[in-house]
């Protein structure tokens, strides 16, 4: 079982490791044992999921811990969700209950009791979320140092979900006064599954010198993957079209038309080709999500599956089409729930046991289940409408086949707009369709979102900031800067934007300094600290509880909430609303016959450049993937007949009698910085999923085209447009000056415009 690497463990581990019946080592788990143990710096362990990382870490830390125990917290495992934590907590416990390693977690459904335990016998292991970490500093800050003074190790699991984003900046930063405050630098042990550049993410541990990060990396470790993908048309037309059957013959001829009106529009045609429909009782009409709900009954009702969905309200929709189904249809049992972050967490626990129970169960859910959580044997996974990165797709499909021997297995839905008398080109596109083929491309070749380094995180700073002053009562910018910014992880902040963020939050009433100098908490900052969403530095929103017969069912954002009588479908249950009660901030609930899926508050993803570039590809070559149905294969050369007689195919640039319209494949940064280029120049003009279309004449276009592959705009000129600037927590303390660049920095992609403004130029007629 790799012998050499496991005399190297304390002999109470090797005991525990005979006890759990283990018969061998996995590789990554020699390598980690001999890295850990015989080596100094920083580790990152990527492997596939389930392939062992978690005992890969914790195997010699506990070894290290039980050869040397002290009395405060020496290991601190690091995760992005509080179900992760309680899963690896229970693995944990078992490894060390032999070792009299205490093993501790803490999160805001621990009790109080338990945290207090920790705090006044400190040991062991801790496992946290960073937002539960940066409650010790803010509650706890005098006792920081005693707590952590022995730290040793600190293992972030689930690596790739903090790169580039603002936990993990959080995190860091967190990282950096925990430094601070014990005077020691912890080994930090970076555990995932999915990681494209692996440089990146040592750039992350290890910032002023990546290279001495070791890599263990499970790169031979090889699976079987069945992908399948099913395409559907939405059948939800502008008033006045009809939605009758589109016929093979419709969908083939629909490019006809593009050249008989301008940009594309087409005469009406609806819906798709699939196979028929279950049969059902209801009058309401089928549609597309109905013909999904016939396919997850016929793929996902006898075994434990994981559909994911883009947003909760398309999962709360899905979940109720399924029980419909399973009601009409008399089934004995229905295998279909929901998990996703605004069920309340006895709804969420209840279904993560109905999971690991081995009854034929399939969870509804958003990325709530994407993370390393222990729900048993998934067989398959299934995806509503089309993941935002590669990196999430492969996140996912890492969910099913984690036992030896089985298949990782994952069938995608992609829905696009039906054709219909509005159509634009970009819809007969079909560039969901588009985009699902050219993610499963990349995935396939093994590419992945690199990570990006160049954000300047400002409001994250600004978080940072006033917790540090809130922890320590006051201290000196000079320290500030130093501890955050010269040795801390914003140091793309430079010491004259550092100034100016000061006299924002001094301005905004958030501090103050005393005539000696230090800088402390003003009044608002007081208030906003003592708050209970200060701990998380990304936006947060007041919730209101939703509540039947004293069981809460939920949360709603507040902005959001349906009025008293409406019917809403949540857990995916029909639902009347009652009763909103402010002073308490909850919503009363009872069951009902009719309801739609509610509001929830959430962005759209960013497409990366190399994913646009890849569905230009895929458009432009006569591939058939194999993994696509009929449906699919039709819609897909129908774009490409569609994108062939427009006169995409010969040129990115469509040159109409009253406009100009451009395909520039490039991703939501670069598209967004080249709309903001045309209203900088005053130039009219709409901008879609793929293109953007100008109101000015060809020579117009061309003289624009060249101002930009001239530079002629700066990134912080267009930023200084931006019709909205804030979209972080406290981006509102910031000036427009910062809020400019930070947005230049973080929003913006001005070289990516630049060269498809000189792609377009060598290719303009």
């Known amino acids: 079982m790799g012998a050499d690497a496991f005399s190297l463990l304390h002999a109470g581990v090797q005991k525990a490791i005979w006890s759990m019946g283990w018969k061998e080592l996995h590789a990554i788990q020699v390598a980690a044992i001999e890295a850990i143990l015989g080596e100094q710096g920083h580790v990152l362990i990527a492997a596939q999921t389930a392939g062992g990382k978690t005992e890969a870490a914790f195997l010699p830390i506990i070894s290290k811990l039980a050869a040397n125990p002290q009395p405060s917290v020496q290991a601190l495992y690091v995760g992005p969700l509080k179900a992760l934590i309680n899963d690896q907590f229970a693995r944990l416990e078992i490894l060390c209950e032999q070792l009299d390693i205490p093993v501790h977690r803490w999160h805001g459904d621990v009790p109080g009791t338990r945290k207090k335990r920790l705090r006044d016998d400190p040991g062991g292991i801790l496992l946290i979320t960073p937002e539960s970490l940066e409650s010790n500093f803010i509650n706890f800050g005098n006792q920081v140092a005693r707590i952590y003074k022995n730290i040793e190790f600190v293992v972030i699991d689930e690596l790739h979900s903090f790169l580039a984003s603002v936990r993990g900046i959080h995190l860091l930063s967190l990282l950096a006064r925990l430094s601070a405050a014990t005077a020691r630098r912890p080994r930090l042990v970076g555990l995932s599954a999915t990681l494209g550049d692996l440089t990146s993410a040592c750039r992350f541990l290890e910032p002023d010198d990546p290279s001495t990060v070791r890599i263990i990396n499970d790169a031979s470790a090889t699976r079987e993957v069945r992908f399948g993908m099913k395409a559907y048309l939405q059948r939800d037309h502008p008033e006045g079209t009809d939605s009758r059957r589109l016929t093979p013959h419709e969908i083939a001829d629909l490019a006809e038309q593009i050249e008989e009106n301008d940009l594309g529009a087409t005469q009406p045609l609806a819906t798709k080709l699939s196979e028929p429909p279950i049969p059902r009782t209801e009058v309401r009409p089928a549609d597309e999500l109905d013909e999904i709900a016939d396919d997850v009954l016929r793929a996902f009702a006898s075994s434990t599956n994981l559909i994911f969905g883009n947003s909760k309200a398309s999962i709360e929709l899905l979940a109720d089409r399924l029980h419909e189904r399973v009601r009409l249809e008399r089934w004995p049992a229905d295998p279909f729930i929901v998990h996703h972050g605004s069920l309340s967490k006895d709804l969420r626990e209840e279904g993560e046991e109905i999971l690991k129970s081995g009854r034929p169960t399939t ?17 398959a996974v299934g995806q509503l409408d089309v993941p935002w990165s590669v990196a999430s797709t492969v996140q996912r499909l890492g969910r099913s086949g984690r036992r030896a021997g089985d298949a990782a297995i994952m069938r995608m839905y992609v829905r696009d707009d039906s054709p219909h008398r509005k159509s634009t080109l970009t819809s007969l596109l079909f560039p969901n369709l588009l985009r699902a083929v050219a993610i499963t491309r990349l995935m396939v070749n093994k590419w992945l979102e690199p990570l990006d380094s160049d954000r300047l995180h400002l409001s994250t700073l600004v978080h940072q900031i006033l917790s540090w002053l809130r922890q320590t009562g006051g201290t000196s910018a000079a320290m500030l800067y130093t501890a955050l910014i010269a040795e801390g992880p914003f140091r793309n902040v430079n010491a004259e934007q550092f100034e100016t963020l000061l006299r924002c939050l001094a301005a905004n009433d958030l501090i103050e300094q005393m005539p000696e100098g230090e800088l402390i908490l003003a009044l608002t900052g007081e208030r906003v600290t003592a708050a209970a969403d200060f701990y998380a530095a990304f936006q947060g929103t007041e919730e209101y509880t939703v509540r039947h017969d004293g069981e809460q069912i939920g949360k709603l954002q507040s902005s959001l909430l349906p009025p008293i009588g409406e019917n809403i479908i949540l857990a995916g249950r029909r639902w009347r609303v009652d009763e909103i009660v402010p002073a308490t901030l909850c919503v009363f609930v009872s069951p009902s016959r009719g309801g739609k899926a509610p509001v929830f508050r959430g962005a759209r993803g960013d497409v990366h450049t190399r994913v646009s570039q890849e569905m230009r590809t895929v458009l432009f070559t006569v591939e058939e993937p194999p993994y696509l149905d009929v449906s699919g294969k039709m819609l897909l050369a129908s774009a490409r007949r569609v994108a062939s007689l427009s006169g995409l195919t010969r040129c990115d640039v469509l040159i109409r009698p009253s406009a100009v ?30 293109s953007i279309t100008y109101h000015t004449s060809p020579e117009g276009f061309r003289e624009h085209i060249r101002s930009v592959e001239s530079r002629h705009f700066t990134a912080l000129e267009l ?5 909205v600037k804030i979209f972080e927590k406290f981006d509102g303390a910031l000036s427009d000056d910062l809020l400019d660049l930070a947005n230049a920095r973080d929003r913006l992609d001005l070289d990516a415009a630049v060269e498809a403004a000189q792609t377009a130029l060598r290719h303009l007629p």
């Open 363 to 379: 969870a509804l859910c958003s990325s709530t289940l994407e993370m390393g959580i222990d729900i048993g044997a998934v067989r």
């Open 661 to 690: 319209q451009w395909f520039p494949w490039l991703g939501t940064r670069g598209l967004v910085t080249l709309s903001l280029c045309a209203a900088t120049a005053g130039i009219a003009h709409e901008a879609d999923a793929l």
């Open 719 to 723: 930023a200084s447009r931006m019709p």
